[in-house]
């Protein structure tokens, strides 16, 4: 018997090893064991078994270790990986990889040390890389692997191999696949009087003291909260463990309780427009077939309401529920909502929680005991048993889209997962994105709408201001922060002590430190970027790489004084915007702010309270966020977006613009929105101020279909990275020959520098790739595929890019 093994980070297809006969009984699909590996050992999913090996049986290593007693994924997961890996052009371990927490699979961590007889070594007898080795070793005595390599400039590890066939070197390993400890240690009394064991105990007066609390605390008790009361060390507990005198055990952690906006759960009546949405779904829900639905609806039209009750018919039907968000902590109404409406029955996945937490939430799903699941993209690989609906919420959202290997957009999956369940997929948003648009005009999707506020609200009146015809402020460059109606709608809305939410899609104080005597810019050494200011934190930094230094004093090109901070991001409209309005509380909410996680929490917190009476910030003011007091929504510039080299830029716009309109007017008032712009006839800008969703996806679409782009056609981008400028643009060219002559139907773009042609201390070229149809583009990406690059030149292969920078 023979099991094919996906292993990440090693071959991009499945290995196949042999299965013991002592293990043919445990060895299944989806379970993980441990292999060898050239000279290492290594934790990879068994993706097949089979009778035959299909290669010279002499050459199979065993399976060593088997490391689980039923799959941890459900089959439904295990063809989604095979999906991901096929379509989006990453190894198969990869995809497995993304879609386990994160210590099941992880390599192990692997350290070289000097032997005796190396640390006796002459160097000069040694071939130079082997010979730098060495030396780091006998200097450092102990690095990992990857670190050693890398000082000695090694570009792969046969010098290394050479000094540990020589007996210069040892490697120590560790193994790290084990899953992470998701319980707590607990400590309690042996069931006797207590005065026999304090006797027993004898005159040690740490361990007394923790006797008599416990016997005080009438109960067992976490260790934890023993050392922290007391003031002692788990020593004192291991003593008296000793003396058999407490009994010690681990338990299953407490579950932390998660921060939300909003209060008790409120079943809202439906109206006609929500009913109608519900019953599509409960149909589809019941007829148990895949059914695309677009659920369009404007902002506060009660999207939330309709697809809370979706799942609860899914339950109802005994079947379990996703529920996709595009970033975990910048939801947390939308997560709020389902909590409260379904209790302890939810599950929150997401790559920022601690390793323990995630196994424990994981491991609630697996067994059953949650049956909806919310998170962002990788929720949608919870290994849920029987799900009966996939909602993703704000579908147009760019956060669902993967920026590192495997890049898989979310939503995409999503629909790819319903087909496979035959199960609904709700998509749901106010300004659907052009894929989904396109998918409804091509009828694979239904399309519903909710027109309407709930509540008898109505939307709000948005006025577009052209700067071209304001007066340039003191300072500013000839450009202006805020228009005499932005400021005279802000006094409004203060005086009718209602609170404003102020939209600036750049942080820091400013974009570009710029030299008036000599005319340059002050720019990142290791990207094609300019330093952002940032004043709170006297710093010009990096926004891609974090490279980061203090402002300087004069200019370090040619030694010039007048250095001007040009253009402005959300420090700079606060500080304006406290000069304008003295004594009014406001908060900035954008990355910096939120670096820690209570920031969010008590910025959204306070301003949810009124405590802050404006908001300024960047497109995470946008995000869903429900506050009944904001009458008024001001967007500083809303041009930020469409001067980008990119074709989603107008689309981008329009969304980024709607949405934060529909922050205003959602409780009782009406609300207004004032729209900035130097461009007040494009298109985007248009339509989103008449919150026409329908025109601008038209005329988007006819752009997309002139030009040949998405959703009209299908693209891939391929990247190539590297410390050297020359290297990466052979590889690129390389790349470009072989795609000669162009497959059938294929449209080669490039090679080329990409828009930003370096990023962190790398430089970058590109080509793209269009076609109508799957097949051709998949041909011209295997030609790439097949060629061998500099061990310094990394290749990305990015199938359906959101974004060409």
């Not at 968000?325 to 996945?349: C, D, H, M, N």
């Not at 300072?475 to 228009?483: A, D, K, P």
Request: some cysteine; glycine content about 8%.
């Amino acid at each position: 018997m023979f099991a094919h093994v996906a292993i990440p980070r090693s071959a991009p297809a499945p290995l196949v090893y042999r299965i013991p006969e002592a293990f043919e009984d445990a060895v299944q699909v989806g379970i993980r064991v441990r292999v060898p590996l050239r000279r290492r050992q290594a934790t990879g999913v068994v993706i097949e078994v089979s009778e035959t090996s299909g290669i010279e049986s002499t050459s199979i290593r065993e399976i060593l270790e088997v490391l689980d007693e039923r799959p941890l994924l459900p089959d439904h997961i295990l063809a989604l990986a095979r999906f991901i890996s096929s379509y989006y052009r990453c190894p198969l371990g990869t995809a497995l990889a993304t879609m386990l927490p994160a210590g099941l699979l992880r390599a192990d961590t692997e350290q070289a040390e000097p032997t005796p007889k190396g640390a006796g070594t002459d160097l000069e007898v040694l071939p130079e890389k082997q010979r730098a080795i060495l030396a780091a070793l006998l200097e450092h005595r102990k690095l990992p692997v990857a670190g050693v390599l890398a000082r000695a400039g090694a570009g792969s590890r046969t010098p290394l191999d050479a000094l540990i066939h020589a007996g210069l070197v040892s490697i120590r390993r560790s193994r790290r696949d084990r899953p992470p400890r998701s319980e707590v240690g607990a400590v309690a009394l042996v069931p006797e009087p207590i005065d026999e064991l304090l006797e027993r105990c004898g005159r040690a007066p740490r361990q007394r003291e923790v006797l008599n609390w416990l016997a005080d605390h009438d109960g067992p008790a976490l260790e934890s909260e023993v050392c922290a009361t007391l003031g002692c060390t788990l020593s004192v507990i291991r003593a008296l463990e000793t003396k058999a005198l407490v009994h010690r055990f681990r338990q299953a952690a407490a579950k932390k309780p998660r921060w939300s906006l909003g209060g008790k759960d409120v079943r809202h009546e439906l109206n006609s427009e929500q009913q109608a949405a519900v019953d599509a779904v409960q149909e589809a829900l019941a007829d148990g077939r895949y059914q695309p639905i677009l659920l369009e609806g404007v902002t506060g039209s009660g999207k939330t309401e309709v697809y809370l009750r979706c799942l609860e018919g899914a339950l109802a039907e005994g079947r379990q529920g996703i529920v996709l968000v595009p970033e975990i902590g910048l939801t947390p109404a939308t997560v709020g909502a389902v909590e409260r409406r379904f209790g302890s029955s939810v599950a929150v996945l997401h790559s920022a929680q601690a390793e323990g937490e995630r196994w424990r939430e994981w491991r609630t799903i697996r067994s059953g005991e949650a049956r909806i699941v919310v998170g962002p993209r990788s929720a949608l690989f919870a290994p849920l048993e029987k799900p009966g609906l996939i909602v993703v919420d704000e579908e147009q959202d760019a956060a669902y889209k993967q920026q590192e290997t495997p890049r898989y957009n979310a939503r995409d999956l999503a629909l790819v997962l319903g087909r496979d369940l035959g199960i609904p997929v709700l998509l749901c948003s106010a300004t659907p994105s052009t894929e989904a648009a396109f998918l409804e005009k091509r009828g694979l999707a239904r399309r519903l709408q909710l027109t309407r506020r709930v509540g008898g609200g109505v939307l709000p009146k948005v006025q577009l201001v052209d700067l071209r015809h304001e007066p340039p402020e003191p300072g500013e460059q000839g450009r202006t922060l805020f228009s005499a109606p932005l400021k005279e709608a802000i006094t409004e809305t203060l005086e009718a002590d209602r609170q404003v939410i102020l939209l600036m899609q750049r942080r820091g104080w400013a974009p570009v430190l710029l030299c008036r005597d000599c005319g340059s810019t002050l720019e990142c050494p290791d990207c094609s970027i300019a330093l952002v200011v940032h004043r709170r934190r006297h710093s010009l930094e990096c926004h891609y790489c974090g490279h980061k230094i203090g402002v300087p004093i004069k200019c370090p090109s040619c030694n010039g004084t007048l250095l001007d901070a040009v253009g402005a991001g959300t420090e700079k409209v606060a500080h304006h915007l406290g000069r304008l309005f003295p004594g009014v509380p406001s908060a900035i909410l954008d990355r910096d702010t939120v670096r820690r996680r209570s920031g969010l929490e008590d910025t959204l917190g306070a301003f949810s309270d009124g405590r802050i009476r404006i908001l300024v910030g960047t497109q995470m003011v946008a995000k869903g966020h429900h506050f009944p007091s904001v009458t008024l929504t001001g967007v500083i510039s809303a041009d930020a977006l469409l001067g980008l080299p990119d074709f989603r830029a107008g689309e981008r716009t329009f969304q980024l613009l709607t949405q934060v309109a529909g922050r205003s007017g959602r409780g009782a008032e009406p609300g207004r929105v004032i729209i900035q712009t130097y461009h007040p006839e494009h298109p985007a800008v248009l339509h989103a101020a008449n919150h026409d969703v329908t025109a601008f996806t038209e005329e988007e679409l006819r752009f997309r279909r002139a030009f040949g782009y998405p959703p009209v056609t299908r693209m891939a981008l391929i990247g190539f990275e590297s410390p050297s400028i020359d290297q990466v643009r052979r590889a690129a060219e390389a790349a470009g020959r072989s795609l000669r002559p162009t497959p059938e139907g294929v449209r080669v773009r490039g090679p080329a520098p990409s828009p930003m042609e370096r990023l962190r201390d790398r430089w970058r070229w590109q080509i793209l790739l269009t076609a109508a149809e799957r097949p051709p583009l998949r041909q011209a990406l295997a030609r790439v595929e097949s060629l061998s690059l500099p061990s310094d030149v990394h290749r990305l292969i990015d199938v359906d890019p959101l974004s060409t920078l």
